[in-house]
């Protein structure tokens, strides 16, 4: 189709590159961006890769008024000898169109999304950095772009890739974090809309962790809206616990995040014959499992850390102290395993890189 | 202080002003438009008024990706002899602040924005219609423009008014409406966002809409997001039912938007001696009320439809039918009432309009 011959205007005033070590997380970007615009008669359209650069909207887009949007967040690493390497961005793309669909936005060509952002990391391949910990942090979006107030889904949007070189998320290496468990704000409820990534379900979590940044914690345990009862997630990334000797994670319920990072330490624990338990957590009885010595380790997964391991769980007044405040030995395995796979070091044996060519 | 100086740049291009009759909702805009920004160091500075046009922002403006906005809606009236209402604004720009403090947002001065909004109006007065039943639907809102992915609060935002001439609610008369009771998807729960006007509050009913559209409904019912039993919200206005003669609307727990529409009709008919139960109301025991021919009227209210009649309730396969499908006698009595009070027509005996001079 001559509407998917993807364009390329190569961006002629090249800025420098940031020095490698202290890159601040999501606030540098690449020379080009990526743009595919959708009308309801054409479809998606006209896919462009442009130099970076604002964008322009009428004040009326549907996006700064009722919030029609998803996103993802994935990752190109740089490996020893060279080369650049993606983690499952099929999954991602497979998330992108679940989030559009709770949002009602068309859904995307996931194998064509794909071969686009793969030439958009061709071009911008002297971007992934090479030291350690350090990543190319991809950011897939789509908005909605109508100049109308009248509440109901866009006839047009605008689906756009940026990218940003990121330092490592623990510069100090691996480190336990102290976290709040949340039983007053709510993140998601069922029939809401947790298992999309999309814009609001970040914002409204700001002014908890805001309350628990101030006491000390790094982030929020968000709780079940329903009970208030149920572990959901830490911040914005998913949870596991070992608790006498099982691995455990909330169920995918439909207000938790489906966790690409967690899907794979699920995949890679059963590929080493150790079982995952997803179900229903009450932080109630995981503070009786504290109490009887059982909580081995608590580990936050996501895209960004990939494993955040806990240290600290405030909840009501109540310390759990885990694994005195020590990495766990399951934690550091996991984190040298898949951070190893997505830079080459560890052998790839789920086929879960992506070489860019 | 000099940074609260209001600057004016005249738009020289005037647009030609609508047809009265026929304006469809939230799609044409008037000649300017109201911006003023803020930074942490400056606080909110700069306010200008500029002709309506597009705004330039990065495509890493947090607004995109995580959400952080808030916005309100209220109307111009236009009076039979030639004067400019706005209905209670100062309860808009109160509310505006309680939603940007839910979304960690900086409160805007209140007095300031209104007098600027007047500002703003009286430069296009021209652009309230005169025909019954229209207005100048007033859109201020604030948007997160820091090029920032990282998750948290922007340290930069801008906070915008647009206007836009919109026909008649009702262009055929008031008209009762058929509305399903959603009993799947959840709008808001207690700790969640549903007492801010935010972005994500909206596209997050768009599939629940859809849906109920094509099973021939208008719109939605919502139930509270714990039990999935008590009456929430219609579609994005309150609801009021007359039970065997009393009043009654779901009481402010958190979840249910703050209208100010829904806080004039408490007001309007405790001023007739009429009282207004704000209460938790069980969809079963509506339905119960419903058999026993208790239900006597319902209605939605907000700022766009001021009073919407519901003829008809679907909930889980039965029917309810309220008042013949007719509007009610105090649907009626409230809709002229307000509508007249907005319009000069009925004397505004509660000191709600405030006349742009």
């Given at each position: 189709m001559t509407t998917y011959q993807l364009e390329v205007i190569e961006n002629t005033a090249k800025k420098d590159k940031p020095a490698q070590d202290q890159i601040p997380f999501g606030q540098t970007f690449t020379d080009h961006m990526y743009i595919m615009e959708y009308e309801t008669e054409k479809g998606w359209h006209e896919p462009k890769i442009v130099p970076y650069g604002p964008i322009s909207l009428d004040p009326a887009a549907m996006i700064f008024h009722y919030g029609q949007t998803v996103f993802e967040g994935m990752k190109a690493y740089r490996t020893e000898d060279g080369r650049v390497l993606l983690f499952r961005p099929e999954k991602n793309f497979e998330r992108l169109n679940l989030s559009s669909e709770r949002l009602s936005i068309p859904p995307i060509d996931e194998e064509l999304a794909l071969e686009h952002l793969k030439q958009l990391i061709k071009l911008e391949k002297d971007w992934v950095p090479k030291t350690p910990g350090t990543s190319l942090y991809i950011r897939p979006y789509i908005i909605s772009t109508d100049a109308n107030l009248a509440v109901g889904p866009s006839s047009t949007y605008k689906y756009m890739v940026i990218l940003s070189p990121v330092g490592s998320y623990f510069p100090g290496g691996l480190q336990p974090v102290v976290i709040h468990v949340e039983d007053k704000f709510t993140r998601a409820v069922k029939g809401?809309?947790?298992?999309?990534?999309?814009?609001?379900?970040?914002?409204s979590g700001y002014q908890a962790q805001?309350?628990?940044?101030?006491?000390?914690n790094a982030d929020v345990l968000w709780l079940?809206?329903?009970?208030?009862?149920?572990?959901?997630?830490?911040?914005?990334?998913?949870?596991?616990?070992?608790?006498?000797?099982?691995?455990v994670t909330p169920e995918l319920n439909g207000s938790i995040l489906k966790g690409i990072t967690r899907m794979s330490i699920i995949e890679l624990l059963n590929s080493w014959g150790i079982p995952v338990t997803e179900k229903r957590i009450a932080i109630d009885e995981l503070y009786e499992?504290?109490?009887?010595?059982k909580v081995e380790e608590a580990f936050g997964t996501g895209t960004a850390a990939v494993i955040s391991p806990v240290?600290?769980?405030?909840?009501?007044?109540?310390?759990?102290?885990?694994?005195?405040h020590e990495i766990g030995e399951l934690s550091q395995k996991l984190y040298d395993t898949i951070t190893g796979i997505q830079t080459g070091k560890v052998e790839?044996?789920?086929?879960?890189?992506?070489?860019?060519n």
């Amino acid at each position: 189709m001559t509407t998917y011959q993807l364009e390329v205007i190569e961006n002629t005033a090249k800025k420098d590159k940031p020095a490698q070590d202290q890159i601040p997380f999501g606030q540098t970007f690449t020379d080009h961006m990526y743009i595919m615009e959708y009308e309801t008669e054409k479809g998606w359209h006209e896919p462009k890769i442009v130099p970076y650069g604002p964008i322009s909207l009428d004040p009326a887009a549907m996006i700064f008024h009722y919030g029609q949007t998803v996103f993802e967040g994935m990752k190109a690493y740089r490996t020893e000898d060279g080369r650049v390497l993606l983690f499952r961005p099929e999954k991602n793309f497979e998330r992108l169109n679940l989030s559009s669909e709770r949002l009602s936005i068309p859904p995307i060509d996931e194998e064509l999304a794909l071969e686009h952002l793969k030439q958009l990391i061709k071009l911008e391949k002297d971007w992934v950095p090479k030291t350690p910990g350090t990543s190319l942090y991809i950011r897939p979006y789509i908005i909605s772009t109508d100049a109308n107030l009248a509440v109901g889904p866009s006839s047009t949007y605008k689906y756009m890739v940026i990218l940003s070189p990121v330092g490592s998320y623990f510069p100090g290496g691996l480190q336990p974090v102290v976290i709040h468990v949340e039983d007053k704000f709510t993140r998601a409820v069922k029939g809401g809309t947790g298992m999309a990534k999309t814009a609001g379900n970040y914002s409204s979590g700001y002014q908890a962790q805001a309350n628990a940044k101030k006491e000390g914690n790094a982030d929020v345990l968000w709780l079940d809206g329903v009970e208030k009862r149920y572990i959901e997630e830490v911040g914005s990334m998913n949870i596991f616990f070992k608790i006498d000797g099982e691995i455990v994670t909330p169920e995918l319920n439909g207000s938790i995040l489906k966790g690409i990072t967690r899907m794979s330490i699920i995949e890679l624990l059963n590929s080493w014959g150790i079982p995952v338990t997803e179900k229903r957590i009450a932080i109630d009885e995981l503070y009786e499992a504290y109490q009887a010595g059982k909580v081995e380790e608590a580990f936050g997964t996501g895209t960004a850390a990939v494993i955040s391991p806990v240290g600290e769980l405030n909840w009501q007044g109540q310390k759990m102290i885990i694994n005195n405040h020590e990495i766990g030995e399951l934690s550091q395995k996991l984190y040298d395993t898949i951070t190893g796979i997505q830079t080459g070091k560890v052998e790839d044996t789920l086929d879960w890189t992506v070489e860019i060519n």
